[in-house]
């Protein structure tokens, strides 16, 4: 059974950092594309950037809102993915998901605030 | 960036009834479209992928088709479990986009 299990969220204040981190447990972790998605409370779901498998280069791609703030890195070895986000700001008050095989399977989220 | 324009924001509908979900997009993705279900307090989750196939796991009542810009999801004989909100979702191009949501609610 494929399990996505998210942590690392909490309250933090304008101009902090957070890193969320992604235990994936099931499939073949190598195999596999692995994205963030965010969601504002009461809003939609939003993009945040993914990172390919290990074969197509295992590089990241990122929503615009994003880049230069946050960095999606994954480990191979222990099957982890993670979200390191710099210079955070209130409008990145969200839960945030993981997804595996792109946006397949889902983790439960991890909830991330930024106020003051 | 890809907007996925999805119709109606808001249905609400009565069991059993067919239901025709429609999600636009700004410029050809072919058919790297993907469908979500997501229910208050719950993580999303698949229902089809790229355009119309169907994920493990999911009822046959959903199926969805269409192909360029325009797609649809199909909900046959609705049944009370399927009150959520519906995403749609392209993967054709960086940055990948969500439609807005339609939320549908059972009568």
């Known amino acids: 059974e494929v399990q996505l299990v998210e942590s690392g969220g909490g309250l933090v204040q304008p101009g902090e950092s957070l890193r969320l981190s992604c235990a994936a447990s099931?499939?073949?972790?190598?195999?596999?594309?692995m994205t963030w998605v965010r969601q504002a409370p009461g809003k939609g779901l939003e993009w945040v950037g993914r990172?390919?498998?290990?074969?197509?280069?295992?590089?990241?791609d990122y929503a615009s809102f994003v880049r230069g703030r946050f960095t999606i890195s994954r480990d191979d070895l222990t099957n982890m993915l993670y979200l390191q986000m710099n210079s955070l700001k209130t409008e990145d008050t969200a839960v945030y998901y993981c997804?595996?095989?792109?946006?397949?399977?889902w983790g439960q989220g991890t909830l991330v605030t930024v106020s003051s | 960036e890809i907007v996925l324009t999805q119709s109606p924001d808001f249905q609400s509908v009565t069991p059993k009834e067919k239901v025709t979900l429609t999600c636009r997009a700004s410029?050809?993705?072919?058919?790297?479209l993907h469908w979500y279900q997501q229910k208050p307090d719950q993580s999303p989750r698949l229902l089809i992928k790229?355009?119309?196939q169907s994920f493990s796991g999911v009822p046959s009542r959903f199926s969805g088709s269409g192909s360029g810009t325009d797609f649809t999801l199909t909900i046959n004989s609705l049944e009370a479990e399927d009150a959520a909100t519906y995403y749609c979702?392209?993967?054709?191009?960086?940055?990948?986009?969500f439609g807005q949501g339609t939320k549908l609610e059972i009568k």
């Open positions: 997804g595996g095989y792109g946006i397949d399977y």
């Open positions: 099931g499939f073949t972790f190598t195999d596999a594309s």
């Open positions: 990172i390919k498998r290990p074969s197509d280069g295992g590089t990241p």
């Open positions: 410029q050809n993705i072919g058919i790297d």
């Open positions: 790229y355009t119309s």
């Open positions: 979702h392209q993967s054709i191009s960086v940055p990948q986009t």
